[in-house]
């Protein structure tokens, strides 16, 4: 990494308090990620996201970090977990302490350091979460990166502590060390928290600020070997996490696959109700003769439901994979489904009551049986998978992982 010249230090060290304030344009860096993630949650907001909750698969969509999918070549999830947010809380939370810290780290750095820390910071960040997390989690959130600005920030203040008044010193070094502290305690009991993400972006923060620090006043002290040990720690460090980051535990293209075959099953399952419904509702309309009504549920019901079983059945799924379960279920049905029309088709060439109401009974139990739950009494209606999945089933990816943030 090319070393950015320093600024011109300054005879005597500004107040650090007059830093954290001034006119935007001194701090355009800040301006602009802040900007960037309330677009993004905007663009969420008009486009199926929650104001106070977005689920798992709407942030899956717009690029929230997950390891099955990361893993499996979408690598650029790394970047743009980094603007999505799960809720207004979250939102607000996160950019409360960019808002107040990045100003003041962007001008103790100067911009293009800033957003060379933040960038690291979130990246490495997301990288120690996909170790830690796995397969198990969709995460999402800034403070990997926020976390990064105060490692920067602690660094700095340590750096520069006979330079800055006292009192300064003790109220920003130790609030910003005390938030850090309490915030990845935190982490450690409430779960939802992505730790792993707090505490790779702070070091890495920490590191980034060591490597691209600026003399603050003409006293400053500079050491360029310890910026050369820092730059050269981080550039030894990536390699290692990423061959830390753990095999997928199932293949997110086939995942994404069963889920579109999972959709197209409940798209023919309702269109096959209708049709049933129909062949039913003219059983009992004089002129059909139990010879064509055979017929009809024998190449409009069997017929399909033997389809939809095959083309289920070809998706070769890891039991790991979200979308099993549900697969399971539906193959099962589809396969009672086929059996009890083909069962209720010849009972009906035959004219055998008994062996008529017989298969009836079984087409109503199978979406029950396929799930392994107790049937209804008998003589209710025949119901479908869309009675307990909706036509729409939603497969969860595991659990939420938010990065909020406070400042201090």
Same mark, same amino acid.
């Given at each position: ?11 005597? +060290?500004?107040?650090?308090?007059? /830093?954290?304030? !001034?006119? #935007?344009?001194?701090? *355009?860096?800040? $301006?602009? &990620? ?5 677009? +993004?949650?905007?663009?969420?907001? /008009?486009?199926? !996201?929650? #104001?106070?909750?977005? *689920?798992?698969? $709407?942030? &899956? ?348």
């Amino acid at each position: 990494m090319t070393e950015i010249p320093p600024a011109a230090p300054l005879a005597h +060290a500004p107040r650090i308090t007059d /830093l954290m304030h !001034g006119r #935007f344009a001194l701090t *355009p860096v800040t $301006v602009l &990620l802040v900007g960037l993630n309330l677009a +993004a949650f905007a663009a969420m907001l /008009l486009n199926g !996201g929650g #104001f106070w909750h977005s *689920p798992n698969h $709407v942030q &899956l969509a717009w690029g929230a970090g997950f390891g099955p999918a990361t893993k499996e070549g979408e690598w650029w999830r790394l970047a743009t977990a980094m603007f999505l947010h799960f809720g207004v809380v979250h939102l607000f939370m996160n950019m409360a302490a960019l808002w107040e810290a990045g100003r003041l780290v962007e001008r103790l750095y100067s911009s293009p350091r800033f957003l060379v820390i933040y960038a690291l910071s979130g990246l490495t960040g997301n990288v120690v979460s996909l170790i830690a997390q796995g397969d198990q989690a969709v995460a999402g959130g800034a403070s990997g990166a926020v976390f990064g600005v105060y490692g920067a920030l602690l660094v700095c203040l340590w750096r520069e502590r006979e330079q800055v008044n006292r009192t300064e010193f003790r109220w920003l070094f130790w609030g910003a060390a005390l938030f850090a502290a309490v915030t990845i305690a935190l982490g450690f009991i409430v779960k939802g928290i992505d730790n792993a993400a707090h505490i790779g972006g702070l070091v890495a923060g920490a590191v980034m600020g060591e490597a691209l620090a600026r003399p603050l006043a003409a006293g400053s002290p500079v050491n360029r070997r310890v910026k050369w040990i820092a730059l050269l720690t981080y550039a030894a460090a990536v390699p290692v996490l990423l061959r830390l980051i753990p095999e997928p535990t199932y293949s997110w293209q086939e995942e994404k696959l069963a889920r579109v075959e999972i959709r197209h099953f409940m798209d023919e399952e309702k269109r096959l109700m209708e049709r049933w419904q129909g062949i039913l509702n003219k059983s009992r309309q004089r002129g059909a003769s139990f010879e064509q009504l055979a017929n009809e549920i024998e190449s409009d019901i069997a017929a399909e439901y033997r389809q939809n079983f095959e083309q289920l059945s070809a998706l070769h799924l890891d039991p790991a994979a979200p979308s099993n379960e549900t697969l399971e279920v539906l193959k099962k049905y589809a396969q009672l489904r086929s059996e009890a029309s083909q069962a209720l088709a010849e009972a009906l060439r035959d004219n055998d009551t008994a062996r008529i109401r017989e298969a009836l009974e079984m087409a109503r139990r199978a979406p029950y049986i396929a799930r392994g739950q107790q049937p209804p009494t008998p003589g209710a209606p025949i119901g479908s998978v869309l009675d307990l999945y909706g036509t729409k089933p939603q497969i969860d990816f595991g659990q939420r992982q938010e990065r909020p943030s406070k400042s201090p």
